[in-house]
């Protein structure tokens, strides 16, 4: 038998992973001035929110209490790229470099959680959030190699 408070807890860690991705995406967007890296840092930062959002509810409906920020590691991770961003001013292969990081451990973190077994309910939705986070993180991995082929 799982146990509820485990996987409230296993869920809170993707919370907070993923609330760190929308701050992160939300000042990756900020930091580029490419419109089409703004807008897909933008949709990501969306994207995590409502990921979030959706583990949340899941994190109340096993009895728990959701998590409502992020880590302390991920706020190094953000005042890291704002430091980033801000020095270099609009490095945009280093933003992406940063967010293409980010991604990884997002993508790590899922796969982490869906191996350790969940009940059926809560690995669906871990599944189709999981298939999303790794549709971004390959997104992201091709758009850092056409910097590389740029340069």
Known sequence: MINPKQVAQQL????????DGEEGFRQAAEGV??????TLFTEFSQQRAGLAA???????RLGAEPAVDGTIMGAV???WLNL???????????IVNECERGEDVAKDAYE???????PNETELLVSRQYALVKAAHDRIRAVQKSFVHAS
């Open 12 to 19: 809170n860690h993707l919370i907070q992973i993923c609330l």
């Open 112 to 118: 982490e959680i869906l191996k350790d077994g969940l």
């Open 54 to 60: 959706d583990l949340q509810r899941e994190v109340v």
């Open 84 to 94: 980033k961003s801000a020095v270099v001013s609009n490095d945009e292969k280093a």
């Open 77 to 79: 991770h953000r005042g």
């Open 33 to 38: 001035e490419a419109p089409e890296l703004r």
